[in-house]
């Protein structure tokens, strides 16, 4: 069963893990509806497929937790990448394309899954207080691991499953 959650962002750690699985779920559900061909073709997101757009959600699981990694270790990880600033965010994103474009669906699909239950257990072995407390932690500078974790797992989720379902629509109405 999927719960409806009220508007925003999760506030709590139960409710950011709930979150984390339906959202994940409900973004696989829009993934299905599409045809499995369609999956890998056609512009779901500008010029990336369906595809595309899993690479690119699980890339920011990744970033997530090599952040997390680094910071837990007690370092300053590079965020949101070597080099970039979130204002270079669209450079970062067509870096990911780039390099992701020509992997296999089934390569991508199994990343993905595989890193949603990395970034799923990372969160989970946090308290609420330490997800949730602005500058608990240097690494995560005026923010929190929590809203990190967020806009790297539900918000992105959200994002990705709409321009699925759009996708879907359009591409066998």
């Not at 599409?34 to 512009?43: E, L």
């Not at 990448?81 to 390099?99: F, S, V």
């Amino acid at each position: 069963t999927t719960t409806v959650w009220a508007m925003g962002r999760p506030a709590t750690r139960d409710e950011l893990l709930a979150r984390i699985d339906s959202d994940f779920e409900a973004l696989w559900r829009s993934v299905e509806t599409v045809p499995g061909p369609d999956r890998q073709r056609g512009q779901a997101c500008g010029d990336w497929t369906v595809k595309d757009l899993l690479a690119h959600l699980d890339a920011w699981h990744e970033m997530f937790l090599a952040w997390e990694a680094v910071g837990r270790a007690g370092g300053k990880p590079p965020i949101p990448a070597p080099g970039l600033t979130w204002k270079q965010t669209p450079q970062l994103n067509e870096q990911i394309w780039l390099r992701t474009r020509d992997d296999a669906w089934d390569d991508v699909a199994a990343r993905l899954t595989a890193s949603h239950a990395r970034i799923r257990d990372v969160v989970a072995s946090y308290s609420h207080d330490d997800l949730f407390t602005k500058k608990r932690f240097a690494w995560t500078g005026s923010t929190s691991v929590g809203s990190y974790a967020t806009s790297a797992t539900t918000s992105h989720y959200d994002w990705a499953r709409k321009l699925v379902r759009r996708y879907g629509r359009n591409s066998h109405s």
